[in-house]
């Protein structure tokens, strides 16, 4: 491989030499996808350590891409964790799937804009095809709605807000209130606080024992703030939570929002994509009754980061709250068929993030995406059963949509409470520390538990019961460790 053009004002490679590259490329994500199971999936390392590896100063000259990509494979991707392998539970994985990979580098290599229909109509037209599709799965209005992709689940929320903002408050929303629960995603936190909204603007509703917002408790606080003279304007429902994949009462809430004239907005960010599964429909009945819905087709729809997705059943919504025609887009706006996606959201300059979603329903087709999510939320069904026979765990949060809550609590052992926090919390540091899973906590009912989100179509059983076996020996290890210290403190 030359190296004559590493200095070239006009950036380019040789023909050979993209070629030789790209096959270099190509081969290095295929040898990732075919042994990664044989890899451990987390990664660790300071800050120091990453220094020390790749903190430089900027090279004012160039450096042999070969020698870049060497570097890169070897030092950079080992020490990142692998969010689609197999023992990966924690926080929502990122199974991913090859061919929309693919279709993200012919995206990003024919470096298409996807932001209005003057500059890639091709890549508008699949935007609103693919986005029908969705609008038929989750029953909204086909003839109306609309929607858009985004970077994730954090911009769709905060981009349903806005557009519940400007269709219920116009300019004044100083006593606009809005009401979560909660178990609600922190990023509809974040996309209130961008707003401008206050932090007394915003009603956080317990949940019950099933971690579902409680109804008669949200009717209270409305009935409350109407008294008091505020206004409240928006319903945040949450279909399938991060936590513990629960879904609010869909149908319940939307009742509400009907008779107090509130905007109602579902975050499917996690769970929405379980409306492919015969269960997952069950679970989310109502959906299609919200205004608005975020759902993340980077999370259980199989694609790669980033992709969100955001609907709606008024498609002129959006362009109200976001279209804006300085003069240098006067030439370019074409008819009213010919949807410009940047007056449809925050960003001018977008992605063509369709492609991916394009592509891989396509070559697998939807039966193949439905079984996939049927799938996990049979094998996180298996794993309760599993964790309910065992002497040694105790089930916090039955599987729900594929995410499972438990502790390691046996019933020949008394531990305080205070204890079994501890003993767990120790269970994930060391679990991590070994590299061997990614299963981290987070708190229920006042307890430290282990969570399992298990989305990922190429999880087995096995996996998940190697890791419970690694945990058990964790736990004893722990336990005798600290009987041996008390009877030396003794």
């Not at 950036?11 to 190509?26: H, N, T």
């Not at 990664?43 to 350590?49: H, P, W």
């Not at 995206?107 to 029908?132: D, R």
């Amino acid at each position: 491989m030359s190296n004559n053009l590493i200095n070239n004002h006009k950036l380019q490679l040789s023909k050979e030499d993209m070629k030789a590259y790209g096959y270099q490329v190509i081969d290095a994500i295929v040898e990732h996808y075919d042994t990664k199971h044989n890899k451990k999936p987390v990664a660790s390392g300071s800050r120091e350590e990453m220094d020390t590896l790749f903190n430089i100063d900027v090279p004012n000259s160039g450096t042999n891409f070969q020698d870049v990509f060497s570097f890169v494979v070897n030092k950079v991707l080992p020490n990142s964790t692998i969010v689609s392998h197999p023992k990966a539970y924690s926080f929502v994985p990122g199974p991913s799937n090859y061919v929309s990979v693919m279709a993200d580098t012919l995206a990003t290599g024919f470096n298409i804009f996807s932001g209005g229909w003057a500059a890639s109509p091709a890549a508008a037209e699949l935007e609103i095809v693919t986005m029908n599709w969705l609008l038929k799965l989750f029953k909204f209005p086909t003839k109306k709605g609309g929607g858009i992709f985004t970077s994730g689940g954090s911009m769709a929320n905060l981009t349903a807000l806005v557009t519940a903002r400007r269709q219920h408050c116009g300019d004044d929303f100083s006593k606009a209130i809005i009401y979560m629960s909660d178990q609600t995603h922190s990023s509809n936190i974040k996309a209130i606080r961008v707003l401008g909204f206050k932090k007394e603007q915003v009603r956080i509703i317990p949940t019950d024992l099933e971690f579902k917002m409680a109804i008669n408790k949200l009717k209270n606080a409305i009935a409350k703030d109407k008294l008091e003279g505020y206004h409240p304007f928006c319903i945040i429902a949450s279909a399938g939570t991060t936590n513990t994949g629960s879904v609010d009462p869909l149908n319940d809430i939307s009742k509400i929002c009907k008779a107090e004239n509130l905007w109602f907005h579902v975050d499917g960010a996690y769970g929405g994509a379980a409306i492919l599964s015969k269960t997952g429909k069950t679970y989310l009945k109502g959906i299609e009754k919200a205004d608005s819905l975020t759902i993340d087709p980077h999370k259980w729809l199989f694609q790669p980061y980033e992709m969100g997705c955001l609907l709606v059943r008024d498609h002129r919504w959006l362009k109200q709250t976001f279209s804006e025609k300085p003069e240098y887009l006067r030439d370019i706006e074409g008819n009213t068929s010919e949807i410009n996606f940047y007056d449809h959201g925050i960003q001018l300059t977008r992605r063509f993030r369709a492609l991916k979603f394009y592509m891989s329903i396509k070559t697998f087709g939807l039966n193949a995406f439905k079984s996939a999510v049927t799938y996990s939320i049979d094998l996180a069904e298996q794993v309760e059963a599993h964790l309910r026979k065992s002497s040694r765990w105790e089930v916090i949060s039955p599987a729900t949509l594929a995410v499972i809550n438990f502790r390691y609590n046996p019933i020949n052992k008394a531990f305080d409470e205070k204890r079994l926090d501890s003993l767990n919390q120790d269970i994930s540091k060391k679990i991590v520390a070994s590299r061997e899973a990614l299963l981290v906590t987070t708190v229920l009912q006042n307890q430290v538990v282990l969570r399992m989100c298990l989305i990922n179509p190429r999880t087995t059983f096995k996996d998940v019961l190697e890791t419970l076996t690694l945990c058990e020996s964790i736990a004893d290890e722990i336990v005798k460790s600290n009987s041996v210290s008390k009877n030396q403190f003794c």
